[in-house]
């Protein structure tokens, strides 16, 4: 059985409250129940932090034991290169995702410090690009 690990950074706590018309209406933890029970063979685990030293220190507990991260790092994926130093740091593959399409939105947005780091980027797809990124790293 594959272990991933799911990442969310600042203010995805705020799914299901948080601009509406951008992320949705649903909840992670909801979503999370639906994507455990869409890969029942797997084991996700989810961890969400405002803090990104929380984000690093995550990165660093699972990235050498897990078989792939989900990442989706908010606002730190336009500013923190700690975050992408963590990814170049561990030894299993994580694919960053986002839920709205970033290209699509404010242009300080367009821009990822940790893309290059990754092994794979999902944008635009909803909460949708969570079960792309699980599906990919099941089948890595």
């Given at each position: 059985?594959?272990?991933?690990?799911?990442?969310?950074?600042?203010?995805?706590?705020?799914?299901?409250?948080?601009?509406?018309?951008?992320?949705?209406?649903?909840t992670f933890e909801d979503?999370?129940?639906?994507?455990?029970?869409?890969?029942?063979?797997?084991?996700?685990?989810?961890?969400?932090?405002?803090?990104?030293?929380?984000?690093?220190?995550?990165?660093?507990?699972?990235g050498f034991t897990y078989?792939?991260?989900?990442?989706?790092?908010?606002?730190?994926?336009?500013?923190?290169?700690?975050?992408a130093d963590a990814i170049?740091?561990?030894?299993?593959?994580?694919?960053?995702?986002?839920?709205?399409?970033?290209?699509?939105?404010?242009?300080?947005?367009?821009?990822?410090?940790?893309?290059?780091?990754?092994?794979?980027?999902?944008?635009?797809?909803?909460?949708?690009?969570?079960?792309?990124?699980?599906?990919?790293?099941?089948?890595?």
């Open positions: 059985m594959k272990r991933i690990q799911i990442i969310n950074g600042p203010n995805l706590n705020l799914l299901g409250k948080r601009e509406p018309t951008v992320y949705g209406n649903q979503y999370f129940q639906e994507l455990k029970q869409l890969f029942p063979n797997a084991q996700l685990d989810y961890f969400q932090s405002n803090t990104e030293g929380a984000l690093i220190d995550k990165l660093h507990e699972t078989d792939g991260i989900v990442l989706n790092a908010g606002a730190y994926t336009h500013t923190s290169i700690a975050i170049r740091s561990i030894t299993v593959p994580v694919i960053e995702v986002h839920i709205s399409n970033v290209f699509k939105r404010e242009e300080y947005r367009h821009h990822s410090y940790l893309s290059e780091a990754c092994k794979g980027c999902i944008v635009g797809f909803g909460m949708d690009s969570y079960r792309l990124a699980v599906d990919s790293i099941l089948h890595f």
